[in-house]
């Protein structure tokens, strides 16, 4: 099973994206579903949780800006990150917890432009 992330592109300062991300199998066990980001020579961060109850979490950069939903089919995530700026430039990658192990989407680039 792999994770397909799309979604990124170039946007404006204060404008929007939306990323998708989604199984291209069945995936059990899913404990929670998330997205991280990866900047120009900076750690991979998590930015937004979804646990399988339906709770989020959101890192404080991110907070209050981006919402991070699960789709009506199984294994799907989106992020809706508005009110961009220049620091939300990087590579955002999506991620599923199960029991057994993670899988990661191939990352989709994020370009902010000030």
């Known amino acids: 099973v792999q994770l397909q992330a799309s979604g990124g592109g170039l946007a404006q300062a204060g404008g929007s994206l939306r990323l998708s991300c989604a199984a291209s199998?069945?995936?059990?066990?899913?404990?929670?579903m998330g997205w991280y980001r990866q900047a120009p020579g900076k750690q991979r961060e998590l930015i937004a949780r979804i646990t399988r109850g339906g709770s989020t979490n959101y890192a404080d950069s991110v907070k209050g800006r981006f919402t991070i939903s699960r789709g009506n089919a199984k294994n799907t995530v989106y992020l809706q990150m508005n009110s961009l700026t220049y620091e939300d430039t990087a590579v955002y990658y999506c991620?599923?917890?199960?029991?057994?192990?993670?899988?990661w989407g191939q990352g989709t680039l994020v370009t902010v432009s000030s």
């Open positions: 991620n599923i917890r199960t029991i057994l192990r993670n899988y």
């Open positions: 199998g069945s995936i059990a066990g899913i404990n929670d």
